[in-house]
Every structure is written in C-alpha cells, then in structure tokens.
C-alpha cells in the first residue's frame, strides 16, 4: 500500500511557474511507476505526465509538452511536476498517482490516488 500526498498548489498567475509535489509514504515506492492527473471542473479525468519506476522513461501530454517536467526522486519517496509558462488552460485539480505496473497511460492502470492539490491560474 502507498499512500500520497500532493502539495504545491496555489493561485499562480499566466505565464509563471510552479511546481506540484507528492510524497509518497509506504513500501515499494520505487517499484511503482507514477502519474500526474489533472481535472478540470465538468471534466473528465486526464493525464498528464507519466515515469518509469526508475525514473529513465517519461512521458508528457501534448498539451504540456515542453512546459511541464515530470520527475522523481526516488531516495526521497517523491515525485514532482515542474510547470512552467502556465496558462488559463491548466487550472485544475492535480492528482499524483501510483502504478504496480511499468509507467500506466490510462487511469485503471494505476492503484493509488492522492487528495489531489487545486492549480488556479489568474490572467
């Protein structure tokens, strides 16, 4: 079992960064392969960003790509999200998630879920 906590989210205006943690408390961290979700309001869903377990493969969605970093620390239990150049279309609630299986793509491949942490962005 591992249990995840995300923290770093805030009211950020256009154009600025911020950076979304999750710390993961529990067994096996580094075995589990890991995701960054996001929802908007009357949304779906939708991820993010993906690692490996070893933190060698990522993967970002289109809509991020080039502005957001997804990575981990395993030492550290943690996974981060690094967003930059942040935009009205980002705001949402973001969710870290956890994966027995490699590095998961679609939401019924991963296990566990944080609380989630709210993104505003101010234009």
């Known amino acids: 079992q591992v249990h995840l906590v995300e923290s770093g989210g805030g009211l950020v205006q256009a154009g600025d960064s911020l950076r979304l943690s999750c710390a993961a408390s529990?067994?096996?961290?580094?075995?589990?392969?890991m995701g960054w979700f996001c929802q908007a309001p009357g949304k779906d869903r939708e991820i993010v960003a993906a690692i490996s377990w070893t933190g060698d493969s990522t993967w970002h969605a289109d809509s991020v790509k080039g502005r957001f970093t997804i990575s981990r620390d395993n030492a550290m239990n943690m996974v981060t999200l690094q967003m930059n150049s942040v935009n009205a279309e980002d705001a949402a609630v973001y969710y870290c998630?956890?994966?027995?299986?490699?590095?998961?793509?679609?939401?019924?491949?991963?296990?566990?879920w944080g609380q989630g942490t709210q993104v505003t962005v101010s234009s």
């Open positions: 529990g067994r096996a961290f580094s075995t589990y392969g």
């Open positions: 998630a956890g994966s027995r299986g490699v590095m998961g793509l679609q939401i019924p491949k991963y296990d566990f």
